[in-house]
């Protein structure tokens, strides 16, 4: 490793290279008074480049009989912390089997599909909210054209989340962000009244000794554990994903994060794109990062707009193409005549595949042939 | 809170100078920035940039609040939960008791549908006193296209509330409170939504209404990439000012004629389709609203309005449906159709029959 890649400040380092300090063995031997000497700076800063030196040599040679590379992890322990993981999140008896088959395997794959679907029909939403825990982190993607229900599947997911254990969900809180305004409390009121109602009949359905498990749950405990937060800018969206980091360390509980929409803000104020590219990927990244400490589920919604291709206009999600790899699932919703469907775009796990669904006084649903296409777009 | 300058966060004294003095002032100006350009810019530590970050970002970041306390607040503070019920029984049921506060909701429909005598009818409504169900403040009227009529507006009045517009003092003053604005440019609606919105909080406004969105932007723009460009300032303008005053907001849009459908897929779609694995929808002309998609998706609420007979926006499915059919998914269900009897008279529109089809 080099001097030019250790975080310390730029004269800091160029005082270093002028000294002749250009890799990091070199300055393994070395004492901070002479480094002191050598560099012209004080005692105490001497001793803070050669501790940020020696923390950032630390791991490599800690942890070498373990690992060849500093902190990778191989195929075989991902396996084995996905399982645990699962392990945790689902109490469900028939899940824990079926998840204990293995990650990788046919089956499993197409579990992960058709929970993925679930969270598009999602008429047995207790299965939804596994299919978080199945996979657990998913950052995922989801942009379609307006009125098609992206805001929607954001609140069902947020109302989702929370499902106890005992159902088969996770029992989670929810954090939504919300860049447009188009967040509707009276409707987030709706589904988490028909999200009780699917309880507790399934309830009666599961278990016909109606004793234990009543429902204790109302619309408005539901309520109380979606984090609502109103993002007015784009500097504000990235000061409150940098924010969330504490956020989420105070709240442990949360298990999904919704924004809705990635985009908004970053489609109206950027003149200079590639500092909307840099700024969307150092976001992205962080979102990312928080997925995995946290272990939770990002859930981005992302806009369309028109793209010419090949001298026809089509649609395209919106934010161009580097937007595009930063996501690891992509679902793209879209008409197909009269019906909604979900696609899947982009996945590296399950295989592209689309769905019917509708948009319903109760939440998302499977599919009814009722439904009737506005076509206004 | 995104101006929100750099010293008035309470960061360590050395490193608040090390900002002021490389003239990263704003908040704005220091998330726009990578933790590593910073320590390039700043000459510091990556511990103090990240922890500079972290307590900025703290700070800048809006609160929370719990989707509870959203809805306890929106019941408590507002009049009727933040819904402007329009009277038609159908359309309030759909929308969760009326046109919303604080979001945009656009009427879409043909020339002639009876978009503006629905905004005259609106805007008279909110100008009522509470206990005629009207929001009982001013209201803030936008004419574009010069359309607006107040003739018409008191003749409604008179048909609808014979009891307050036949005082002549009562009808001077609810027509009192509507304020007609025309502007005749686009840079001129741009200077006079700059205006509302100083005037908006101190005058008692209680709705604004523009009508209509397209024939501004429409009128003095090409297709296009600029046009998209004066659209989106507009865009969050407007949503900004109903969120910031909560009142609710309606716009008018136009409807224009597309040909071809492509512009409405995605490429996988297209792709599936020449392999001839989804059926092929075939739509030869059909009305589309104008303003494009980047409009759509500011738009939170979107009413469609359409005629019995004559031109069909939906050609599909057979049934025909009156208009103003409901699209309005954010508020309830999708399909729900609500049946306005528009007879033939310019005069009955203000009885609205309404029955509920689904």
């Known amino acids: ?377 | 809170m995104a101006n929100k300058l750099i010293s008035e966060i309470p960061l360590p004294k050395s490193i608040a100078n090390v900002f002021s003095a490389r003239n990263i002032s704003t908040a704005k100006d220091a998330l726009s920035l990578t933790e590593f350009e910073l320590m390039d810019l700043l000459d510091v530590g990556l511990t103090e940039v990240r922890s500079a970050l972290s307590q900025i970002s703290e700070i800048v970041a809006p609160p929370y609040q719990t989707a509870l306390s959203l809805m306890e607040q929106r019941f408590q503070n507002e009049h009727l939960g933040g819904h402007f019920p329009t009277g038609l029984k159908g359309l309030d049921a759909a929308l969760c008791g009326g046109i919303p506060f604080g979001v945009l909701t656009e009427l879409v429909g043909p020339a002639g549908i009876g978009k503006t005598q629905f905004c005259l009818k609106l805007s008279l409504l909110a100008s009522l006193p509470t206990n005629y169900g009207g929001l009982d403040g001013r209201v803030i009227y936008i004419d574009v296209e010069s359309k607006f009529s107040s003739r018409r507006l008191l003749e409604i009045g008179l048909r609808s509330f014979p009891e307050i517009f036949q005082m002549k003092e009562m009808a001077q003053e609810m027509a009192g409170r509507i304020l007609v604005l025309r502007p005749t440019s686009l840079a001129e609606f741009t200077q006079s939504l700059e205006q509302i919105k100083v005037s908006l909080l101190q005058n008692q406004v209680k709705m604004l209404v523009i009508d209509s969105m397209a024939a501004l932007v429409s009128g003095e723009h090409e297709q296009g990439a600029r046009r998209q460009q004066t659209l989106s300032w507009h865009i969050s303008f407007i949503k900004s000012l109903a969120e910031f005053s909560r009142i609710p907001v309606v716009v008018t849009n136009q409807v224009r004629s597309r040909n071809h459908d492509d512009a409405s897929r995605y490429s996988f779609q297209v792709q599936s389709r020449d392999g001839a694995t989804e059926t092929p929808m075939q739509y030869d002309s059909h009305l589309v609203a104008a303003l494009g998609i980047q409009w759509a998706h500011a738009v939170t609420t979107r009413l469609v309005l359409e005629a019995k007979s004559g031109i069909s926006l939906l050609s599909d499915d057979g049934k025909e449906v009156m208009g103003p059919e409901i699209n309005a998914i954010h508020c309830q269900v999708t399909g729900t159709c609500v049946a306005m009897a528009k007879n033939a008279g310019h005069n009955e529109i203000i009885n609205f029959g309404i029955e509920g089809l689904h």
Request: hydrophobic share 40%.
């Open chain 1, 1 to 377: 490793m080099e001097i030019w890649r250790l975080p310390i400040s730029a004269s800091q380092r160029g005082k270093l290279i002028s000294a002749g300090y250009t890799s990091l063995s070199s300055l393994s031997s070395i004492s901070s008074s002479d480094l002191a000497r050598e560099l012209k700076v004080s005692e105490s800063e001497a001793m803070n480049i050669l501790n940020v030196a020696s923390h950032s040599r630390g791991p490599e040679t800690s942890n070498a009989s373990c690992s060849i590379v500093e902190g990778a992890q191989s195929a075989w322990d991902m396996l084995h912390d996905e399982e645990s993981l699962m392990h945790i999140t689902t109490s469900s008896a028939d899940l824990d089997n079926i998840l204990g088959g293995g990650i990788h395997c046919k089956e499993v794959t197409e579990i992960g599909w058709s929970s993925l679907s679930l969270i598009v029909n999602s008429v047995l939403k207790y299965k939804l909210t596994t299919a978080f825990g199945s996979e657990s982190i998913i950052f995922m993607l989801i942009g379609g054209v307006p009125g098609i229900g992206k805001t929607q599947l954001g609140i069902q997911i947020a109302v989702n989340v929370q499902i106890p254990n005992d159902f088969g969900g996770l029992g989670g809180k929810a954090v939504y962000i919300d860049t447009e305004g188009s967040f509707m409390v009276e409707r987030a009121f709706q589904i988490a009244e028909a999200c009780i109602e699917d309880m507790s009949e399934y309830n009666r359905f599961l278990r016909k000794d109606f004793q234990e498990c009543k429902i204790k749950m109302q619309p408005q405990d539901i309520l109380e554990n979606i984090f609502y937060f109103r993002i007015c800018s784009y500097t504000e969206q990235i000061a409150l994903i940098n924010y969330l980091d504490k956020f989420l360390s105070a709240h442990k509980d949360v298990k999904v994060i919704v924004v809705d929409s990635v985009t908004f803000h970053f489609r109206q104020d950027f003149d200079d794109m590639a500092l909307r590219t840099r700024v969307l990927s150092g976001m992205a990244l962080k979102l990312m990062n928080l997925a995995k400490r946290f272990s939770l589920a990002v859930v981005l919604l992302n806009q369309v707009t028109t793209k010419h291709t090949e001298a026809s206009l089509q649609l395209a999600l919106a934010l161009g193409d580097s937007w595009s790899h930063t996501c690891t699932n992509r679902i793209v919703l879209y008409w197909n005549g009269n019906e909604r469907y979900a696609y899947i775009d982009k996945s590296p796990s399950l295989r592209s595949a689309s769905a019917a669904y509708s948009v319903t006084a109760r939440g998302i649903r499977n599919s009814s042939s009722s439904c009737k296409r506005i076509k206004m777009m």
